[in-house]
């Protein structure tokens, strides 16, 4: 069975560096095709997407939020860690990690997401 | 970026209901789409991709077609349990951006 947990800060400050874990179970980033995405969702709002990383370690970002993310995997630990600078009040959001395959190309397995709440 | 517009934003709808979902591509995306439900405090769950290929564990009263820049989402039947967010996201393309949402309230 597949699952994805998202942990790391509930709140941060402004300015500050915020760093997500998403621990994987059931399936590895060693596994060919397959990948791990992070998706966002401020309160009330809609979902956006911010980055992907894949069994090969390829990497993409969305190009608003570029030069803040960094995306890795610790395949040992089965992991893969997200981290976005100069944290702003309006990067509150819930962060979601999620599995995709190349085959599927779609998010078919979600974590249960993290509040993030950043804020002075 | 692709921009993806779903119409109508919101709709009301009765049990029983034929409800059918719109999201229009801003440029061509073959059949890369896919849709979500989302319900309230919970994550989303895929219920199509690549434009009409049922999830496995998803009612057979979600359907899914289009292809290029218009895609639609159909529940042929409405369920109590339907009454959520829907969302369509593209995966032709970087950034893989979701439409807007539509929230299916109860009439």
């Known amino acids: 069975q597949i699952t994805l947990k998202e942990s790391g800060p509930t709140l941060v400050k402004p300015t500050q560096t915020l760093t997500l874990t998403c621990t994987l179970s059931?399936?590895?980033?060693?596994?060919?095709?397959?990948?791990v995405g992070w998706i966002r969702q401020p309160p009330g709002q809609a979902l956006e997407w911010v980055a992907l990383?894949?069994?090969?370690?390829?990497?993409r970002y969305n190009p608003s939020l570029n030069s803040r993310l960094t995306i890795t995997k610790d395949t040992s630990k089965n992991q893969v860690v997200l981290t976005m600078t100069n944290m702003d009040p309006v990067d509150t959001a819930t962060y979601y990690c999620?599995?995709?395959?190349?085959?599927?190309?779609?998010?078919?397995?979600w974590g249960q997401g993290t509040m993030v709440t950043v804020s002075s | 970026d692709i921009q993806l517009t779903q119409s109508p934003s919101f709709l009301s709808a009765s049990v029983g209901d034929r409800v059918t979902i719109t999201c229009r591509a801003s440029?061509?995306?073959?059949?890369?789409l896919a849709w979500y439900q989302q319900k309230p405090g919970k994550a989303p769950n895929l219920l199509i991709y690549v434009a009409s290929t049922l999830q496995s564990g998803v009612p057979s009263r979600f359907s899914g077609t289009g292809s290029g820049t218009e895609f639609t989402l159909t529940i042929s039947s409405l369920q109590p349990e339907d009454f959520a967010t829907y969302y369509c996201?593209?995966?032709?393309?970087?950034?893989?951006?979701f439409g807007q949402g539509t929230k299916v309230e109860i009439k």
């Open positions: 059931g399936f590895s980033l060693i596994t060919s095709g397959v990948a």
């Open positions: 996201q593209q995966f032709d393309s970087y950034p893989r951006t």
């Open positions: 440029q061509g995306i073959s059949s890369y």
């Open positions: 999620a599995h995709t395959t190349v085959t599927t190309t779609a998010f078919d397995i």
């Open positions: 990383i894949y069994w090969d370690n390829d990497k």
